[in-house]
């Protein structure tokens, strides 16, 4: 197949963990034979040097046109002034909406060799496999706010629609996988979440009745991430609980530099990112891990492409180099450790055994 990517280095270490995603998905089309052609656009504090603005109209233009959007990182001590009215993560909050991207997907999987990063204990980690799709262009986040003298509030709001889209999502991406769904909300207290219990309950009874689904309110799942996350498959819920609970869940790995993440809407391409920010401590030292975003692009693979086997492919090839012990800096534990080309030298080492 031909696809176009529309890469969005950002700063920091961002330029250098998404050349070596280029150069893994370059291998993959080289290896299952596909046409895939880049290119790069700025973002974040990179546009606002360039422009005085986070996100130009040059870069949402190629990101609409484009088959999937890569990005590194954006934001740094440069930029941080707070006085400032431009400022990095406006770039990133404007290609969201310019993309219309309302589902984040959030997968938190636990390399058994790394389980010593983590802060539970190894029998919990066993299995870990969990897919999170968290709602984000609606709920508290986007409600009405005000202050009042003494007070302040802001309005929880969503409709039936905004919550179905996203349910049915989560659900048929349970299909793939191990068949269960589960919703998280606070129905026993808040009326909104009383919609996505009701939605979601009648969407599954009458359009996925295979599913192994249930419903768990947020503070007890706060309690069961730590206390039994392999019982997960793909979990769904509102922005606020979502981001908690993804923030949560990502401790659970203990590798910051190993976590991808993805943005997607309806139709159009999505949008792949490492969780990991752009890591000014160390960005220009060559140590960053590129496994997060190598990662992202095998997600970009699945829900953009629908190159499942290609994505399968990676994701092992990425498995593979974590179980020969290859370790960048950040998850090296003090030990022995290579640096970003190194360690993306490997994976396509790896790629390339596993598809000859
Ligand atoms: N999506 C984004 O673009 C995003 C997300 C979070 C933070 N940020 C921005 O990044 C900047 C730094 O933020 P921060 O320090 O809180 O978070 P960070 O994720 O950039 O870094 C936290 C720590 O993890 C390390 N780290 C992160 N990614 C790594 C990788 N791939 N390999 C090795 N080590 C890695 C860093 O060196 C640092 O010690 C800030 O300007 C922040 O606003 C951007």
Do not use: C
């Not at 986040?141 to 003298?149: H, K, R």
């Not at 249930?214 to 509102?238: F, K, Q």
């Amino acid at each position: 197949m031909n696809a176009h990517f529309v890469t969005l280095p950002g700063d920091g270490i961002g330029p250098e963990v998404i050349a070596q995603a280029i150069r893994v998905l370059e291998a993959v089309a080289d290896r299952f034979d596909h046409t895939f052609s880049f290119e790069e656009e700025l973002i974040g504090g990179a546009a606002i040097d360039a422009h005085g603005a986070a996100l130009g109209l040059e870069t949402v233009e190629a990101a609409l046109a484009s088959d999937a959007v890569l990005l590194g990182a954006v934001g740094g001590p440069r930029w941080d002034d707070p006085n400032s009215r431009v400022r990095p993560e406006q770039g990133l909050l404007g290609i969201r909406e310019a993309m219309r991207l309302f589902a984040n997907l959030r997968p938190i999987t636990v390399f058994p060799q790394l389980a010593d990063a983590s802060p539970l204990r190894p029998e919990i980690l066993r299995g870990v496999d969990i897919l999170f799709f968290r709602e984000l262009t609606g709920g508290i986040y986007f409600g009405e706010s005000g202050v009042g003298e003494g007070s302040a509030y802001q309005v929880m709001s969503y409709t039936e629609g905004e919550v179905a889209r996203i349910v049915r999502m989560a659900a048929d991406s349970a299909r793939t996988r191990r068949g269960k769904l589960t919703m998280v909300d606070k129905a026993n207290v808040l009326e909104p979440s009383r919609l996505w219990r009701r939605v979601t309950t009648e969407l599954i009874a009458a359009e996925y009745e295979d599913l192994d689904f249930e419903v768990v309110l947020v503070d007890a799942m706060a309690m069961y991430l730590l206390s039994r996350p392999a019982d997960y498959d793909v979990v769904v819920t509102a922005n606020l609980f979502g981001d908690i609970l993804t923030d949560e869940a990502s401790m659970i790995t203990g590798s910051l530099g190993m976590l991808p993440s993805a943005s997607v809407g309806l139709d159009g391409p999505g949008l792949y990112e490492p969780v990991h920010g752009s890591a000014p401590d160390i960005a220009g030292a060559g140590v960053a891990n590129p496994l997060a975003t190598i990662l992202a692009a095998a997600m970009a693979l699945r829900h953009s492409l629908n190159l499942e086997q290609e994505a399968a492919a990676v994701e092992a090839a990425v498995a593979s180099v974590i179980a020969s012990g290859l370790r960048t800096p950040d998850i090296a534990a003090g030990g022995e450790s290579v640096g970003t080309t190194a360690m993306a030298d490997a994976v396509l080492a790896a790629l390339s055994a596993s598809t000859e």
